[in-house]
């Protein structure tokens, strides 16, 4: 369930060593960063909007102290989706599913499958069988958030720690997002593209491993631009539905974002791969009138 997580916010990641304290350079008016303070017209108080990584080793996590700080600023919380609800979560997983009772293994050559299997055996100690009926985005996540590429077990979410944090302060905790909205994101990616993902990660895991180490060094740089611009540079070519993933829910989020904030002061997660870019939240944020002032950890 945390891999699912992981992949709805395109941020899935390995363990670096270095951790936070190696990017802590460049605090001074930075241009771009991970935590933005939100002020402007019909905002009585500031508002926080925080770009997180779903998964990741607790040692690595920014200042929590600093993070509480600002969320105590605040009246509310608002994250993609309520994942401490059961059914939301079980919904989302069944829809997970590949369809018509298939697995992977009818969609693939018996040599593809065997790569596959033996990738699944290397990383994570199983064979693949046991996750054969899940559609390879879903799948694949699991390879990318194990023990052996993480680091660490088990990992955290920034999620999780946000909304404890938030229900011991008796703040409103609500979704940007229906499980509905969460299930059409994973549907709008063709099978065929899904495979052809997970064949090429079989074919060369070592490689794809690196691209994600690169994913969690430029995340914690504390740049959502840089962030936006490589997972947009690793979308094109896969097949996948970079434009439906980001830029149309970074859209469809503006108004539910703009109704809360003028209610109430929001801290307001997401995934960070949404912040940057000319699509990016941010971006459509500045455009509506509202200043977002980048804060470094």
């Known amino acids: 369930m945390k891999a699912l997580t992981t992949l709805l916010s395109l941020l899935l990641f390995a363990h670096l060593s270095g951790g936070p304290a190696a990017a802590q350079a460049a605090k001074a008016e930075p241009a771009s960063a991970l935590l933005y303070e939100i002020t ?24 929590s102290e600093r993070m509480l700080g600002y969320l105590d600023k605040t009246e509310q919380l608002m994250l993609e ?9 079980q919904k989302i997983l069944m829809a997970s599913m590949m369809s018509d009772g298939k697995t992977v293994r009818d969609h693939v050559t018996t040599e593809e499958y065997a790569k596959i299997d033996s990738l699944f055996k290397e990383y994570l100690g199983v064979s693949f069988d046991a996750f054969g009926r899940l559609k390879p985005l879903i799948s694949s996540t699991y390879i990318f958030t194990s023990p052996k590429i993480l680091g660490c077990q088990p990992p955290v ?39 052809d993902e997970m ?35 690793e979308f094109k ?10 830029d149309a829910r970074n859209q469809r989020w503006i108004p539910l974002i703009e109704k809360n904030i003028a209610a109430k002061p929001t801290f307001i997660g997401v995934g960070a791969a949404h912040l940057g870019g000319k699509k990016g939240v941010v971006s459509l944020l500045r455009a509506k009138g509202y200043k977002l002032k980048p804060i470094r950890f």
């Open 40 to 63: 402007g017209p019909g905002l009585k108080k500031p508002s926080y909007l925080f770009g997180t990584i779903h998964l990741i080793c607790e040692k690595d996590m920014f200042s």
């Open 81 to 89: 989706m309520d994942i401490a609800d059961p059914a939301t979560m």
């Open 157 to 195: 979410m920034y999620e999780t720690y946000l909304r404890q944090a938030a229900s011991e302060r008796k703040l409103k905790i609500f979704s940007l997002e229906t499980p509905d909205e969460q299930i059409a994101i994973i549907d709008a990616n063709p099978l065929e593209a899904q495979l």
């Open 199 to 233: 064949k090429k990660t079989a074919q060369e895991p070592r490689a794809r491993i690196g691209v994600f180490r690169k994913l969690f060094e430029v995340y914690l740089s504390q740049d959502s631009d840089a962030l936006y611009a490589y997972t947009e540079k």
């Open 237 to 246: 070519g896969s097949g996948l539905a970079a434009d439906k993933m980001l």
